[in-house]
């Protein structure tokens, strides 16, 4: 299960509006146990709304456990379906390089590598770069089929659920999980089961799609991790502080990262097509003169994000947010 902020997502659902604006009272909010939410946007049949006391966002009611678990066996979410990636497994050269980066991150907070557990692993590419770093590793995931190409990789079992993994207490050093809290109905519940499996100084580690980002506060029609089942949980900066702190965490980092401007002027988005083909870029080295378009798409790149960042102050424009935290000594 990986998905997110992390991966080249197809939306391929139509979203509408909620605007009905009243408090209404539903399943209680995962997070603080409010039952007074508001609704935000409607996807399909699912609702996703606004806690009112903690603001935190979530599909509400959410799928069953049943519905999660096939929808996470089809191979088709990782192979061009449409709430999932275009192609996992053509982007393993980007989750490596994401990889190792968020790898140095960790190591910083840290002595030295030592054992790690990834949640929701996917194919196992982060457990392989550990290793390659001189991490022992191990993994849950829920795919059945991504979790035997995890084994193969990374020659360790994996496992399908927390609950299945068969170790004491405080024995991890580090915990991950990468583009994966947003798609679980118990995001609170599940960070203190794993904080438990943590090691006192040790660090778990986490990204998810920002909810803070334009796109979510602004036009929630078009956002496109707003997409249930795929998604059913949504934080910002706030409510994931909140959330590991009354996990008995300390968060020692929260950068928002991979900021996004998605809407260029058609006209600078034509001439970039235009140079990329005939030039080539970072990726396609055709021309000598590659680094023309680069500089190109920087140019346009920042000051799109300048004229959002003007035209909603409120709002981020990094469309992930990536956490750091401690479990205390004592």
């Known amino acids: 299960m990986r998905g997110g902020c992390g991966g080249n997502v197809v939306r391929g659902v139509a979203i509408e509006l ?14 603080c146990g409010s039952s007074h939410h508001s609704p935000h946007v409607r996807v399909d049949q699912y609702t996703i709304v606004r806690c009112q006391q903690c ?8 799928p069953t456990q049943a519905e999660l678990t ?9 192979k061009g379906g449409g709430l999932g990636y275009n192609d996992y497994f053509a982007q393993r050269e980007s989750h490596e390089t994401l990889a190792d980066q968020r790898l140095k991150r960790i190591e ?6 030592g054992t790690v557990l990834d949640v929701g692993c996917a194919a196992g590419f982060f457990l392989a770069v550990a290793q390659k770093r001189g991490w022992t590793v191990a993994g849950v995931e829920l795919s059945e089929d991504m979790a035997q190409y995890a084994r193969d990789l990374t020659g360790q079992p994996i496992v399908p659920r927390v609950t299945e993994l068969n170790v004491a ?4 050093d580090a915990i991950t999980f990468w583009e994966y809290i947003e798609h679980i109905p118990d995001p609170q519940d599940e960070v203190r089961r794993l904080t438990t499996l943590l090691k006192p100084g040790g660090v778990l580690a986490l990204s998810t799609p920002n909810s803070s980002y334009w796109g979510a506060v602004y036009k929630p029609e078009i956002w496109r991790e707003f997409k249930p089942p795929a998604h059913i949980g949504f934080f910002t900066a706030a409510t994931l502080t909140r959330m ?11 950068p928002r990262v991979f900021p996004l401007a998605p809407i260029h002027p058609y006209a600078a988005r ?3 097509d235009l140079l990329r083909r005939t ?13 023309v378009f680069s500089l190109a798409w920087r140019i346009v790149e920042k000051s799109t994000q300048m004229l959002y960042k003007w035209r909603w102050p409120d709002a981020d424009i990094e469309v992930c947010i990536e956490a750091y935290a401690r479990k205390p000594l004592a």
């Open 18 to 31: 909620w605007v009905q604006k009243e408090s209404i009272s539903m399943l209680p909010c995962p997070l």
């Open 55 to 62: 603001a935190f966002m979530f599909v509400n009611p959410a």
């Open 70 to 78: 096939a929808f996470y066996q089809d191979p088709a979410y990782y």
């Open 108 to 113: 910083k907070l840290l002595p030295a590598p």
């Open 169 to 172: 207490p405080e024995t991890f």
């Open 244 to 254: 590991l702190t009354a996990c008995g965490l300390e968060v020692v980092a929260l």
């Open 270 to 272: 034509r001439l970039l």
């Open 279 to 291: 030039l080539g870029n970072g990726a396609e080295r055709r021309t000598p003169l590659w680094w």
